[in-house]
């Protein structure tokens, strides 16, 4: 204890080249604990970090994909995979997102205009995000999607369940797939919500029971009306459809003003940024 | 000192100081960084970097809060506060790196304004889980910034020391606003129950140590003595060791005797500096220095040698056979008042 107390008699100053002898050896042991304890804890801290998903974003790699694309209920692309034992075509969905937190709604919809509209054929180039058996392509900007010969039909969405519940949180694919991480949860909530703002079509995850996408009555996907829940433990009721390598969840839009008083929230957000854009 | 910065430049102990806190962090940062590598490589680099500046800003705040405190209740420490400000410049760069990555990471690209983002994207206001904990750490970073800013002795000059020591016990504040950042955000996420542990251990020992260095303060000023414009006995000449002081509390002000060269003299025990206590100082070359960042007196007249300008107050001082008097009126600072000679 003795060598910890130096005499007391030793006076420190910090301007002086040199401090006195007890009170060196002293800070020196304590600085050595210090620093030991810090990588501690350093070592400690990361290992005890939630397992981050191991999804992909390419980032900085440009791919060329080709499939037939569409806008509803949400921009995707279809490639071909071959058939099935019955003869029917199947398609990997590819959902289509725009640069960092948009959307590629209007680069779609101007691309299908100036082509046969849905289900024209494409090239795209942009850079794929994938994980958990789910794809997204980030596509920059319109001059990236080139319309090449041939079309298919839209194919609708089979009924599976009439009524089906299930828990779960929102999150935004595009993060949630690939581009962060963690990309769900409280620390990702503001994120997500700016995301699904911008017009990435939310997306539904109920853990072990899979991915969905989320449609109103009318077959419009439902997008900033769940912002205020999103990151939240929620359970939905809804029509259970199969659609491609998706499944979407039809649930009435009642429900998720319900759940948050979403619409007052989501009225202010858009007032909000009604007015952030003029300010702009 | 007020009329030379240039006297405290880079000499070898801070040169020291700095080195080790340069190293520290780099330590950390590898450390940190190399072992969440290592053990799940699926991490992406923003996150290694939001997250070791973040968890190492988080540390060095809870060593800067326990320098004060262990200064306190032992002088070993002061080594540590001589350079803090050099600790808390760089826990607010740390900080605003983990800060602006956040905000590029989360909120940028998005359809507004990123700092607008911060502010308007989750706006659970109303509910305390679900309460958007970024705007802690951003006002947290706020008020470290304004530390940083005015760390210098230029700004502690400039804006009275009462404001400058004002501002800085925002730390506190920030400290707890940091706490909140962490509650609310991640620690909802995380499923080990590490960080909450550790967060609690830090602020449990941050308390202590404030709890233990303000009941040291208290104990010293029990011999608060009640007096009139007379003197009054305070010890025996024997009490005080040379070159050293005693401190008397009279009248609430605390007020350091000097013992000297076979003289006695009184002044104010706070420093103009930053409120150290002189009466815990030495007389070094014939000048009381203070204890935490050596500011100088001269003990008869409570003035800083030429060139400086600091001045304290003055008190009369006498000896009684071997009893030691002091008459506890101050006189204006600065003014020379006779120390009493020991025969
Ligand atoms: C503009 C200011 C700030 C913003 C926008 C911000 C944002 C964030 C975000 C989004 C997270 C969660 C990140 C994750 O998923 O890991 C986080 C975590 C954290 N922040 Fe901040 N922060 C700010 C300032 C600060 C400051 C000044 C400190 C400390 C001195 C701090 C300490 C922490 C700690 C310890 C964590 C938990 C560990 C982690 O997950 O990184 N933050 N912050
Ligand atoms: S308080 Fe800084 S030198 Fe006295």
């Not at chain 1, 939905?236 to 491609?244: A, F, I, Q, V």
């Not at chain 2, 200064?71 to 540590?80: C, G, H, Q, T, Y």
């Not at chain 2, 970024?134 to 470290?144: Q, S």
């Not at chain 2, 996420?189 to 308390?207: M, R, W």
Request: hydrophobic share 45%.
């Amino acid at each position: 204890m003795k060598k910890w107390f130096p005499d007391r008699n030793e006076f420190y100053i910090g301007y002086l080249p040199n401090a006195p002898d007890g009170i060196t050896r002293v800070i020196r042991k304590v600085i050595l604990l210090l620093g030991i304890i810090s990588i501690c804890l350093a070592a400690l801290l990361a290992w005890h970090q939630k397992k981050f998903s191991p999804a992909n974003f390419e980032y900085g790699v440009n791919t060329d994909i080709e499939g037939f694309i569409f806008e509803d209920p949400i921009p995707h692309v279809l490639i071909p995979l071959g058939r099935d034992q019955l003869g029917q075509q199947l398609y990997q969905t590819v959902l289509l997102v725009g640069f960092g937190k948009s959307g590629s709604q209007n680069a779609i919809h101007q691309i299908l205009k100036s082509g046969h509209g849905p289900g024209s054929k494409a090239r795209l180039n942009g850079s794929l995000i994938y994980g958990d058996g789910k794809a997204l392509i980030q596509i920059d900007k319109v001059s990236d999607i080139t319309l090449i010969e041939g079309q298919i039909d839209h194919v609708a969405a089979v009924q599976t369940d009439e009524s089906f519940s299930i828990t779960g949180e929102i999150v935004d694919p595009k993060c949630y797939f690939g581009v962060m991480k963690p990309g769900e949860g409280k620390a990702h909530r503001a994120c997500a919500i700016r995301c699904i703002a911008g017009g990435i079509p939310p997306v539904f995850n109920g853990g072990p029971d899979g991915y969905y996408l989320l449609v109103d009555e009318s077959d419009k996907p439902i997008s900033t009306e769940v912002a205020s829940i999103v990151g939240d433990v929620i359970t939905l009721s809804g029509k259970r459809m199969h659609w491609h390598d998706w499944t979407i969840l039809q649930i009435d839009s009642r429900t998720i003003d319900e759940l948050s008083a979403a619409k007052r929230w989501r009225e202010n957000l858009l007032a909000f940024e009604q007015g952030m854009t003029q300010c702009n | 000192m007020s009329a030379s910065y240039q006297s405290i430049l880079w000499n070898r102990q801070k040169k020291i100081y700095d080195l080790v806190l340069v190293c520290f962090v780099v330590a950390y940062i590898s450390i940190f960084i190399t072992t969440t590598a290592v053990l799940d490589p699926d991490v992406t680099q923003e996150t290694l970097i939001i997250r070791s500046t973040s968890t190492l800003a988080l540390l060095l705040l809870h060593v800067i809060l326990c320098i004060g405190p262990l200064a306190r209740l032992n002088p070993v420490f002061l080594p540590l506060l001589y350079n803090r400000r050099h600790l808390g410049v760089t826990m607010f760069f740390i900080g605003a790196i983990h800060g602006t990555f956040s905000i590029i990471q989360f909120h940028s690209l998005g359809n507004i304004n990123p700092i607008l983002s911060l502010f308007l994207s989750n706006t659970h206001y109303e509910s305390f889980i679900k309460f958007p904990f970024e705007v802690f750490g951003f006002f947290a970073l706020i008020i470290f910034f304004l530390m940083a800013i005015t760390s210098h002795d230029f700004w502690l000059h400039n804006l009275s020391p009462r404001v400058w020591k004002t501002l800085h016990m925002f730390v506190y504040i920030a400290y707890l606003s940091i706490i909140l950042h962490v509650m609310l955000g991640v620690i909802q996420y995380e499923t080990s129950p590490v960080l909450v542990v550790l967060l609690a251990v830090g602020f449990v020992a941050v308390t202590i140590l404030h709890l233990a260095a303000g009941r040291r303060e208290q104990l010293n000023d029990r011999e608060q003595i009640e007096v009139k414009n007379d003197f009054v006995k305070v010890c025996n000449i024997d009490d005080i060791a040379d070159n050293r002081a005693k401190v008397v509390a009279l009248n609430g002000e605390r007020i350091a005797i000097f013992k000297y060269s076979n003289k006695l003299s009184a002044i104010s025990n706070v420093c103009k500096h930053q409120n150290g206590p002189l009466g815990e100082g030495r007389i070094v070359d014939g000048c009381i220095t203070c204890p935490w960042h050596g500011y100088q007196y001269l003990p008869h007249n409570g003035s800083s040698p030429p060139p400086f300008k600091e001045k304290v107050a003055t008190y009369d001082v006498k000896l009684v056979g071997k009893e030691v008097w002091l008459n506890p009126v101050a006189y204006p600072d600065g003014t020379e008042r006779e120390p009493a000679t020991i025969n």
